[in-house]
């Protein structure tokens, strides 16, 4: 099966591993921060404004691979702190506010000074 790595200079980018993969008619985004890439500095303290950016992110990804968010079908989201979560749900809600993708969480396993949130999504194209 074919895959085109897919990358875009409106999202942070990495050495390590793609933005996102593109094959078999689904786009694999990697798990964004909320960093803004103007500033490679996290946007923001509060789960809000991470949240936004990483969703901002997430959408310039899939923008570049040909699609959006409004083709999402599940995502995950990763918390530092498990209390963060009501706001990171109520951004969320205000990006996807009827037919929400499938969607699960975890506990972020690493310490990034600063980092509250990171998403990972899988669009069709």
Known sequence: MARDCINSAAAPTSPAYS???K????????GQAGIDPA???LAGSTI????RQCLRNVSAILEAAGTSLDNVVSATFILRDPDD????????QAWFPTDPP???G???PIDVPGLRVSIAVVASV
């Open 85 to 92: 979560f009501a706001g990171m749900n109520e951004e969320w």
């Open 106 to 108: 975890a506990q972020l």
């Open 23 to 30: 094959a078999a008619g689904l786009v694999f985004v990697s």
């Open 102 to 104: 499938a969607r699960q």
């Open 19 to 21: 933005q996102a993969a």
């Open 48 to 51: 809000q404004e991470q949240t």
């Open 39 to 41: 500033t490679g500095k």
